[in-house]
């Protein structure tokens, strides 16, 4: 099984900009979609972005339209979520995924990170 480890979280100002990484261990497939995915307190998790491994294809939630960008490194087998122009309303554990498309997209993934916080401050 496929294991991801994120890290790159931490405390920013608003306005401010983070980049998330989630590397993964062990054999991850090539159909494989990657995902981020956030969550607060009393909150279900909810879909931030996602991934196709194959072609890079990408799929981002309406909240982060323009101001974040998901990618990937194959060869590193790591995938990246850049944010930009971050709100408190971004503050959340951001988790990584990885599974099959219409797995992740209905929230389940066949492996998941550990999470890491992300706080903006105001």
């Known amino acids: 099984q496929v294991q991801l480890v994120e890290s790159g979280g931490g405390l920013v100002q608003a306005g401010g900009s983070l980049r998330l990484s989630c590397t993964a261990s062990?054999?991850?497939?090539?159909?494989?979609?990657m995902a981020w995915f956030r969550q607060t307190p009393g909150k279900e998790r909810g879909f931030v972005a996602a991934?196709?491994?194959?072609?890079?294809?990408?799929l981002h939630a309406d909240s982060v339209k323009g101001r974040f960008a998901i990618s990937r490194d194959n060869a590193k087998k790591t995938m990246y979520l850049q944010m930009n122009s971050l709100k408190p309303e971004d503050t959340a554990v951001y988790y990584c995924a990885a599974g099959l498309y219409q797995s992740l997209v209905a929230g389940r993934a066949a492996s998941w990170g550990q999470g890491t916080q992300v706080t903006v401050s105001s």
């Open positions: 991934i196709r491994l194959s072609d890079g294809n990408t």
């Open positions: 062990g054999r991850i497939d090539i159909t494989f979609t």
